[in-house]
C-alpha cells in the first residue's frame, strides 16, 4: 500500500515540543516516531508519547457526542447527534446569559494541547461575543516567570543548544529526566564533556539520583539557599564586580543584603549544611561556564517570585552570562512568546469589560454563592480540572451542582468529562491542524493531519465554529479557517513572518530574536533599562513556614509529576497504567517511624482542606518531614476515589498569581479498613 510520512508536532504540554513524522498507509496511521533531523528530538519520542498511536485508535475515545443521561458525575451517557449536542448547548448557553448574563458563563482551558490554534482561537471569538467571564489561565509557570523577568527581563535565555558547553550545572526544582527527556540529553552532553551536575530538590527525583550532588531544601524556602551561596561567593570575592557594575543594577544593595545573611542562618532557614551551601556556591562561581536551569517544581509556593528573581540574580553575581551556555535558563519567553496567538482571541468582540476569574480558584468560583453573577454554565475545553486544580472537594462539589450546565470537548471520559451535560468529541494531533510553540526550546513546530477525524470528533476551532453558527453569530471572524488563521498569526509574527511555506515543508523552524549565543555577555537584557536587576530576597512559604499550622499538620507535601503520565493525560492508557498502576506516597522511614506506618500500607494523608488514601512507599527519597505524592492519576486510581489535589490550595501568589500546590501542610496516619 502507499506510504506516506506526515509532519506532526507532539501537542502535549512539555517544554520539549517533539518534531513527529508520521507513517500513513492508506487512511491509517501505522507508526509515529521522533524526526530525527530536528536538533532537539534527535529522533525519538518519551514514553509517554511512543505508543501514540493507542491513544489515537483507543477503544474507549469519545468518537461522537453525548449527553447526560443520569446524576452529575456517575457516567451515564447516551449518543446524541451533532446537531442536537449543539442545539443544546446553544440553547443552554443563551439561557443562562439571557437569567444571569454572560459573565455566568466561564470558558476553562489550559494546554491539553500547545497548538496554538486549537489552544484558544475560535473558542475565544465565542466566549468573548457572548461576553463570558475572563479566564485567568496562570495555573502553571508564572510565579517563575514573574521571577526571572524581575531579574533579566524577557530573554531567550541560555539557547538548550549551548548547554553542552556548561561545565558547572545547577538543576533548580527541576526533574527533567521524567519531564524534558530530550532538554535533559543536552546536560548529558554536558556531564559527557566533564560538567558536574549538582541538583536542588527535596525529593530524590530520577534527576538527583544520577546527579553529582543532591541538595535537599525544605519546600519553598530556595530564595535562602540562593543567598546563602552569594554571600559564601562575595565572602571568597569570586562575583565578578566589572560585569555586574557594567550590565546589572543593584550590585551595592546586594552586597548590603548578603552582608545580613550568613550562611548558617540561610542553612538554618532552608535545612541544608551550611558548608554544603558555601561550597557549591564558591563552585558554581569558578567554574566556567556556569549554568542555573530552573523547573516549575520549585515555583509552587507563595515566595516563588521573590525566590526566582533571586535564584536568576547567582549567574548575574558571577558573571556567568559572558559565556556560552552560561547563564539562567528557565523558560525562553522571548522565543516562546515570538508568535502568539493572542491577536486572534478577537477581544474587541467583547461586548464590554467582563471579569476575571483565575483558573487555580474554579472551586470557589462554582461554590461562592455570594459571586455575583454565579457561574452558571462551564464549557470545558484542554484541560482537566476536577484532576489538575487545586482544592478538589470544592472543584468536584462544583461540578455535582445541578444548575451549572457543563459543556466538555474530550478525547476521553476524564473526571471532568464525567460531570458534564454534553460532551463534544475532540480530535487528537494526527486529526487536526496546527502550529506548536516551545517553551523549552527555540523550535516551533508545524502539525499537519495525517488521517482523518475518527468517528464524528471535530477539531476545537470547528466545534467552536459550528456553535458560533448556533448562537447566531454572524460576523466572519467566525468563519475563518483552520488554515486562515494560522496564516494571519504568522504573518503577525516578525521573527517568522515570510516563512510559513519554510515551516509546512521541513516541520519546522528555529526562532531568531538576534540575540546569538551569549544572549546578555554584554547585557541587553529584556529589562526597562536593558540590565539584569541583581536581587536577594527571601519571602517564607505560606504554610511551611508556619509553625502554628505545623502543630496540626507537621509534614510537608508536594505534589510533583510522574513520569509516564503527562498531568493527568495518558493516565488511562493501558501501557502508561500497567507501569504506574497506583499512586505512591513517598514517606521518609522517620515519618512512617513515628506514626506506624509499615512500607506498602494504606495511608490518609489530610488537612483542612481535604484528604486522600494510597500506598506508602517508606524510603528516604522523601526528605524528613516531607511527603511525596506524584500527581496525574484519575480518581478511581485512589482508595477513597479522590486524589492529592484534595489537600492542595486555592492560594495564589502575589505576582504572576499562580497556585501553591507544593505550598501545603498535612498530616497522614494509617488508613484503617473501617475507614478506607
Ligand atoms: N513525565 C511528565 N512530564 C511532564 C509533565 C508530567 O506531568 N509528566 N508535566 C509537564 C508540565 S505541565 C510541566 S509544568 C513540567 C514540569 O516539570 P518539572 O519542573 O520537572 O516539574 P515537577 O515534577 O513538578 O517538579 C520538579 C521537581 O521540583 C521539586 N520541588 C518541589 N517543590 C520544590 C521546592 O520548593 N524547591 C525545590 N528546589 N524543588 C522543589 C519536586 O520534588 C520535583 O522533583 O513538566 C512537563 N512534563
Ligand atoms: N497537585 C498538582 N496539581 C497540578 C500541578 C502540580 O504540579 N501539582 N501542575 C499544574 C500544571 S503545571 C499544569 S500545566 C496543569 C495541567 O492541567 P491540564 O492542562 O488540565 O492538563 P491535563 O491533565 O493534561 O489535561 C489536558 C486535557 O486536555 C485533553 N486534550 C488534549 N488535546 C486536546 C484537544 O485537541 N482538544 C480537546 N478538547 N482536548 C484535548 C486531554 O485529553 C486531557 O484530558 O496542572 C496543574 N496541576
Ligand atoms: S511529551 Fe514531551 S518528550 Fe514526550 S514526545 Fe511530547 S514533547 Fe516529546
Ligand atoms: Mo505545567
Redesign the pocket.
Known sequence: MAQRVVHAACP?????TCAMLVTVEGERATAVAGDPEHPITAGFL???VSNYLDRVYAEDRILHPLARDGAKGDGRFRQVSWDEALDRVAEGLLRVRDEHGGEAILPYSY?GTQGLIQGNTMSARVMNALGATSLERTI??TAGIAGVVGTHGISPEVDPEEWPHARYVLV?????M????HLWRKLLDARRAGARLVV????R?R??RVADEH?R??????AA?AIGMMRAVVDAGLQDEDWCREHADGYDDLLGVLAEHPVERCAEICGVDPDTIARVGREFAATRPSLVR????????LG?PA?YSTIASLPALTGAWRDRGGGCSYIPTATAAAVSSHPLERIDLLPGPVRTVNMAQLGDALTDEALAPPIRALVCWNSNPASIAPDQTRVLAGLRRDDLFTVVLEQFMTDTALHADVILPATTQLEHEDVVFSWGHHYLTWSSPAIEPRGEALPNTEAFRRLAERLGLDDPAFRETDRELIDSMLASSPPVAGRADELRERGWIKIDVGKGSTPHAEGGFGTASGRALLQARYEP?AE?ADAELADRFPLAL????????????FANQARQHSAQPEPPLFVHPDDAAARGIADGALVRVYNDRGEFTCAAHVSDDARPGVL?A???WWNRDYAAGMSSQATTSQRLTELGHAPI???NRVEMAAAHPSRP
Open positions: 502535549h504540554d512539555c517544554p520539549d518519551c514514553g509517554k494546554a502553571c509557570a533548580w526544582g527541576w526533574n527533567p521524567s519531564t524534558a527527556p536542588v530538590d527535596p525529593f527525583s534527576t538527583a541538595l531544601p525544605l519546600p519553598g524556602t530556595d539557599l530552573l523547573g516549575v517544581g520549585a515555583q509552587r509556593h516563588a525566590a512559604p511551611v508536594v505534589t510533583p509529576k510522574t513520569h509516564l503520565f503527562l498531568n493527568s493525560t511525596v506524584p500527581m496525574g500546590f507544593n505550598d
